[in-house]
């Protein structure tokens, strides 16, 4: 059992829960007791590989000022994460969880003002900057420049094709989650919709998740053509509906193009749930009334900001043999768009 366990069922952070196991002082005596009796419920054992991390971690900030890790965007701007409501909350974690190891970040761009990569590792190296933290773009395929090929970099998601090491959400767990429960709440026939902006390999998992999870029920649901859907072709979306006629549509898509998709079938007549549920994967479902998974920004962060600290104090400064691969498995949101079928 992980210290968010422990946090998650207190209501407290996880730096609280690691302070009140290490019976700081800082914490008070009443919270370390609740930890305590929480930890010694779920049989908590502590990871002696993370602990060294710490402890490492800890005696560098006593050494010095805070470290500096490098955000770098492969895209057009130095923030792209102030464009997209999911990567706030992914770079607001970082920020976090940066902080409480001792390390700050600082935004970089390889496309600013033409930079050319050996002028930006001339820049990280006089920074003494170490990792890198590669932000892409969900839609695109990049690879990184052989002249950061000796830092310790780790991204996010899957648009960096480097081998490199990376924390992703769990899609094909993600979908296959959603699927049990439309299932169980009596849906028989689940049609497919793939955003028009959803990258190759994000596709793939989701419509594998999907045609395996309907190939073991085959006696018990109706198959239904996978549609692949842009929200400006609304005609489509209709010949598709009124051809197929799914009891829910199972979007893997932004949440701005399934509430188009909604407005769409209700200016149509068509009601939401009472005719055909919504269920989403998505990276941000909440406030939308969508019913679905949402990703989990918060432990992607955080995840990624553990896994560079870890290459860091390993000295892992090049491309890894084995890249490794981190999936963080998304949260419930309950909207208004399922209910159960008769």
């Known amino acids: 059992m992980s210290v968010r366990v422990i946090a998650n069922e207190l209501g ?3 730096s609280t829960v690691s302070l009140a196991l ?5 914490i008070s005596a009443r919270t370390r007791k609740k930890v305590w009796l929480a930890a010694n419920r779920i049989d908590y054992r502590p990871n002696a590989k993370v602990n060294e991390l710490m ?7 006593n050494e010095s000022n805070h470290a500096c890790l490098g955000v770098v965007s492969l895209q057009g701007t130095r923030r792209p994460w102030e464009r997209s409501r999911h990567m ?3 770079y607001k974690s970082m920020c976090q969880r940066a902080a409480e190891l001792g390390y700050r970040l600082e935004s970089f761009s390889l496309d600013e003002c033409g930079m050319r990569p050996a002028r930006f590792r001339s820049i990280l190296d006089a920074r003494g900057i170490q990792g890198l933290l590669c932000l892409g773009d969900s839609g695109l395929e990049l690879t990184l420049p052989e002249e950061l090929d000796e830092f310790a970099v780790v991204t996010v998601g899957k648009s960096l094709i480097s081998p490199v090491h990376r924390i992703v959400a769990d899609s094909f767990n993600d979908v296959s989650g959603v699927l049990e429960r439309i299932h169980a709440l009596g849906y028989r026939r689940p049609g497919l919709v793939l955003g028009s902006k ?5 596709a793939r998992l989701c419509s594998g998740a999907f045609l395996s999870w309907a190939e073991l029920l085959e006696d018990e649901i109706e198959r239904v053509p996978v549609l692949r859907y842009d929200k400006s ?3 489509l979306l209709l010949s598709w509906y009124e051809r197929s006629r799914p009891d829910v549509l199972v979007c893997i898509q932004s949440s701005e193009e ?3 998709l909604k407005r769409s079938l209700t200016a149509y007549g068509y009601s939401i749930p009472a005719d055909t549920g919504i269920v989403a994967v998505s990276e941000t479902l909440e406030g939308t009334g969508i019913t679905g998974v949402q990703q989990d920004q918060i432990t992607l962060g955080e995840w990624a900001i553990e896994l560079l ?3 860091i104090v390993d000295r892992e400064f090049s491309l890894p043999r084995s890249p490794k691969t981190e999936l963080v498995e998304g949260k419930w949101i309950e909207g208004m768009t399922l209910t159960k079928r008769a």
């Open 55 to 61: 402890t490492h971690v800890r005696l560098s900030c």
């Open 22 to 26: 290490r019976d700081n002082p800082k």
């Open 233 to 235: 072709n609304t005609g």
């Open 309 to 311: 600290v870890s290459r």
């Open 258 to 260: 399934i509430l188009e």
């Open 12 to 14: 407290v952070s996880p």
């Open 198 to 202: 959803l990258s190759k390999s994000c």
């Open 88 to 90: 706030q909350l992914v």
